[in-house]
């Protein structure tokens, strides 16, 4: 989705049973690609979304020796006051903006589009979100974190997604990610967003990773925020 895009292989997709009136697009972690996630959704969909999982790139990451693998930005500590890869933060954003401009001219408005990701993934949705000019139908943040946190809310260039949904999930065992930087960030989005529409569910003896139950959350918040139409 950033740098060479030729070298990047069409996102997996879960068509919709019926005409596609919805879209969620969800960005998997670092390391992985979106097929892991395509299957998750296909065990959860509803018959009139589609589910887009797009992959990273492979670039060299600075937290596994430069070694090259799957990854939205750099990352170079997992530190919560590490430095951040802010252009490649900033050039993936835009990238997953196109992605929705993209459904947009397709025929799903933007209001119907929940963004979402896993890990770094989900650090990448949450920046998107805040910075996007589409208002989105909801957000989905799991075992994340909000990457360039002091930049906001000067970072924030309209208020689109002021009144976004925003379903945060982490598990409390987690010893990459760890759960204080998920309680963090929601208290730092509380600040950005309506307060009132932010849930932040923890799930006893997770660690860096999804779970059936969190799954079901998922589910239930994506069929209340794109209904059948």
Not at 137 to 145: D, F, N, P, R
Request: charged content about 15%; overall charge neutral.
């Amino acid at each position: 989705m950033c740098g060479n895009s030729m070298s990047v292989p069409l996102p997996a997709v879960v068509p919709a049973a019926r005409k596609a009136t919805a879209a969620v697009i969800f960005l998997h972690g670092l390391g992985d690609t979106g097929h892991g996630w395509a299957s998750a959704f296909t065990g959860i969909k509803t018959p009139h979304v589609k589910y887009i999982c797009p992959h990273a790139p492979t670039i060299p990451v600075s937290l596994n020796m430069r070694m090259s693998m799957p990854a939205w930005f750099d990352i170079y500590s997992l530190n919560h006051d590490a430095d951040e890869d802010a252009s490649g933060i900033k050039r993936a954003s835009e990238n997953i903006k196109a992605l929705i401009d993209h459904e947009v001219k397709n025929g799903i408005p933007s209001h119907r589009i929940i963004l979402g990701g896993f890990s770094q993934g989900g650090a990448l949705s949450l920046y998107t979100a805040l910075t996007s000019q589409h208002k989105l139908a909801g957000v989905i943040a799991l075992s994340c974190w909000l990457p360039l946190r002091n930049s906001f809310p000067q970072a924030s260039a309209c208020g689109a997604n002021a009144d976004v949904a925003l379903l945060q999930c982490h598990g409390d065992a987690d010893g990459i990610v760890p759960v204080h930087f998920g309680r963090q960030s929601v208290e730092k989005m509380k600040s950005l967003i309506n307060p009132a529409n932010i849930t932040f569910k923890t799930y006893r003896g997770l660690a860096h990773d999804a779970c059936p139950e969190e799954m079901v959350e998922v589910k239930r918040f994506i069929e209340k925020q794109l209904p059948p139409i």
